[in-house]
């Protein structure tokens, strides 16, 4: 039971987290946090282009989604089985 409890927080956290990283990216190419080199140098260190950080940030979106899912299919069977 700890590893649900634990896959559902993780997976809140990794949905707040790719929700973030993908709202930073698209913000970054609508040049509301500032000029597109300078926003990106600041915001997403590291990144080649605005593209892979709303890509990660997607990724991180389905990760957190199908984990969330897991979690409430192994809630659901133990609950079937008491």
Do not use: C, H, Q
Not at 15 to 44: H, S
Not at 52 to 66: K, L, N, P, S, T
Request: positive net charge.
């Amino acid at each position: 039971m700890i590893f649900t409890n634990l896959a559902r927080i993780v997976s809140w956290l990794a949905l707040v987290f790719g929700a973030l990283r993908f709202t930073t990216g698209i913000a970054i190419a609508t040049k509301t946090l500032g000029e597109y080199d300078a926003a990106l140098a600041r915001y997403a260190p590291g990144a080649a282009n605005v593209g892979e950080v709303i890509d990660r940030g997607f990724y991180v979106i389905v990760f957190a989604i199908a984990l969330g899912t897991l979690a409430e299919i192994s809630f659901s069977a133990r609950r079937g089985r008491e």
